[in-house]
């Protein structure tokens, strides 16, 4: 893919994905678990299985809890 993610997630539906990290988008469809890891970060446990952790970062927390209530 030629685009970066910042370009990427700027195309797809807000509603549905969400940009995770550095690495990753998510559709929260694909979300099966979230677990709490470290402190104050959430692992995010997709299917089919990323062989990568897919954290989020304290900081953006509170915005991923908006994003899945909505």
């Known amino acids: 893919m030629s685009s970066s993610l910042d ?3 700027r ?3 807000p509603f549905r994905f969400y940009r995770a990290n550095r690495q ?5 469809s694909a979300v099966t678990q979230i677990l709490v890891y ?3 970060q959430l692992k995010i446990v997709v299917n ?3 062989e ?5 970062s304290k900081n953006r927390v509170s915005e991923f809890k908006k994003w899945l209530e909505q």
């Not at 990753?24 to 929260?28: A, D, Y």
């Not at 990568?52 to 989020?56: A, G, K």
């Open 11 to 13: 195309t797809l539906d």
């Open 52 to 56: 990568d952790d897919i954290l989020i």
């Open 7 to 9: 370009e990427l997630i």
């Open 38 to 40: 470290g402190k104050n």
């Open 24 to 28: 990753f988008i998510i559709n929260i």
């Open 48 to 50: 089919p299985k990323s």
